[in-house]
């Protein structure tokens, strides 16, 4: 299995050619039958793209004895469960029921990084949660497949990757990285500038909170303005399905832990104050539920998204215009590309909305505190048309701030 059937065709299928030259290829059917000769072992091995969540079906009704699943990141969770529902199946009764996983490295939250149980330890944070029973696997050291590739090959990716270490880290070092699906959305993020070394520590003057609280994934972000024009996130909230009033409890009781006796001010989204009918009768939103409940007095924040967008990234070129706290994990890999403006099909052509995903609802709430704090009076006149140039951030400056 693998995301596309192009990719398929094109690599994978290369592969186990290599593997079994003497295999018989079924172009109409996409199989390769393996007949050993003088023995009665007859293996098919079936290739299949999953591309869409609806791709799940091509797999509903089949048996199979095993599956491999290549560059595994980058096919949906509800496939592979799937998928394992259909192992274990062939022959009648085996006692035979396994799977493979091959991929570049997930990123830290990715659910495979915390999934298997890592024989060698991979290059990042401890995985937390248990590891799924029957699931191990090992992590491949750098430049692992040297000896298979001509001299200085890794070097001169080195040097061709130079400006770019994030993909030298994920894709020579072998480190956790993010996988991009579309365009990044801020051009200004550079995470050795923008992500602090060592914790940050609140500076205990007032806190500032941007909420994105209109839908069934909240999330919040946590930062202080230490000096005019800076502005350090300390902590990240989210969840991937959570009630407004029970993810604004926990969020009071991790910042009164974090941060005893703080003040705050909060931003959100204007669309939090939308008007739903209660299960008692009645009209409430979840605005009025943070308030009502929580105590949580949230300020409407500006809805354009083309002025929410520029404005973090205006506050990225400023030199030491952002700073993020290194346990800002989600809030990271957005920045590095998992929150991004999708590809239209494969027209180099991309949609002007990011993706809705695990990143974006982070990221919202981030451009509502931003936008509100930090949107130029040049921006306020001219609204959602305003441009900025970004600002070149040299690295003596930065680390001189």
């Known amino acids: 299995m693998r995301n596309t059937y192009d990719e398929l065709m094109t690599t994978t299928l290369k592969t186990v050619k290599e593997w079994f030259p003497w295999g018989k290829w079924q172009a109409g059917a996409r199989t390769l039958v393996l007949a050993q000769p003088n023995t009665r072992r007859h293996i098919e091995i079936l290739f299949r793209s999953c591309d869409r969540p609806e791709d799940m079906k091509k797999f509903k009704s089949l048996e199979l004895t095993g599956y491999w699943i290549d560059e595994s990141i980058e096919v949906y969770e509800q496939i592979k ?40 330890p991979p290059p990042g944070p401890i995985p937390t949660g248990q590891p799924l029973s029957n699931h191990g696997g090992f992590w491949q050291p750098p430049r692992e497949n040297e000896e298979n590739l001509r001299p200085g090959y890794y070097n ?123 299960k008692e009768g009645g009209f409430t939103s979840n605005a009025e539920l943070m308030k009502d409940a929580c105590g949580i007095d949230v300020e409407p924040s500006e809805q354009n998204l083309t002025a929410r967008i520029e404005s973090v990234d205006q506050q990225l070129a ?34 002007d909305k990011p993706i809705k995903n695990r990143f974006s609802h982070i990221h919202d709430g981030l451009q509502y505190g931003i936008v509100r704090l930090f949107r130029s009076q040049t921006a306020k006149k001219k609204g959602a048309g305003y441009k900025v140039r970004p600002i070149e951030i040299s690295e003596t400056a930065w680390m001189g701030t």
Not at 83 to 96: C, Q
Not at 168 to 192: A, C, E, S, T, W
Not at 210 to 215: F, L
Not at 321 to 342: E, K, M, Q, T, V
């Open 156 to 278: 001169d990716l080195i040097g061709d990757y130079r400006d770019n270490p994030d993909w030298i880290d994920m894709y020579i070092l072998g480190k956790p990285g993010v996988l991009i699906h579309g365009k990044v959305v801020y051009n200004n993020f550079k995470r050795n500038y923008h992500v602090a070394k060592k914790p940050l520590i609140w500076c205990k003057d007032t806190l500032y909170r941007g909420w994105d609280n209109s839908g069934n994934c909240p999330a919040c972000i946590v930062f202080q303005i230490p000096t005019m024009g800076q502005c350090q996130i300390l902590k990240e909230f989210h969840t991937d399905k959570e009630g407004i009033v029970d993810f604004s409890k926990r969020v009071i009781t991790e910042c009164n832990i974090l941060y005893p006796g703080a003040g705050y001010a909060d931003y959100g989204d204007p669309a939090g104050a939308n008007e739903f009918s209660k």
């Open 318 to 351: 400023r030199i030491g215009g952002i700073l993020i706290d290194p346990s800002c994990i989600r809030l990271i890999n957005g920045f590095l590309g998992g929150y991004c403006y999708p590809e239209i099909g494969n027209t180099g052509i991309y949609g």
């Open 81 to 120: 469960q799937m998928i394992k529902n259909r192992i274990g199946r062939y022959p009648r009764r085996s006692l035979v029921r396994w799977g493979i996983e091959t991929t570049n490295p997930p990123d830290v939250e990715h659910p495979t990084y915390s999934q298997f149980a890592w024989d060698t």
